[in-house]
């Protein structure tokens, strides 16, 4: 059996250099809040799943009902997600300098 405060394969984080020596680290510098911040978030969409299970939804298209899409909205999110990323992907192309711009 594995000792439990051993980090799990690839969870080490690695050091952060600071603007000096004696300053203190951030937020998201520490590995513990990190952690906690994640199982936070995992334990409220637990929560929110749970939620769903016993909310009594009223729908408003045939899409949202049970004789729908199941998980409309997640589903309806997600392709927006990927609308937005491919988006950018191709604006980018179109906005983006040389990078040595500036120094022309």
Do not use: N
Not at 29 to 54: H, K, N, S, T
Request: proline letters at 8%; aromatic letters at 12%; a negative charge.
């Amino acid at each position: 059996m594995t000792d439990p405060r051993t980090p799990w394969p690839g969870d080490e984080m690695p050091e952060v250099p600071r603007k000096s020596p004696d300053e203190a680290p951030g937020i998201l510098q520490q590995p513990e809040r990190v952690r906690r911040w994640m199982r936070g978030l995992f334990i409220a969409a637990i929560v929110m799943l749970l939620a769903d299970l016993v909310y009594e939804a009223h729908f408003h298209t045939e899409l949202e009902s049970g004789d729908g899409i199941y998980a409309f909205y997640g589903l309806y999110g997600f392709a927006g997600l990927i609308v937005l990323v491919g988006g950018a992907k191709l604006l980018r192309q179109f906005v983006m300098r040389k990078e040595d711009y500036y120094d022309e």
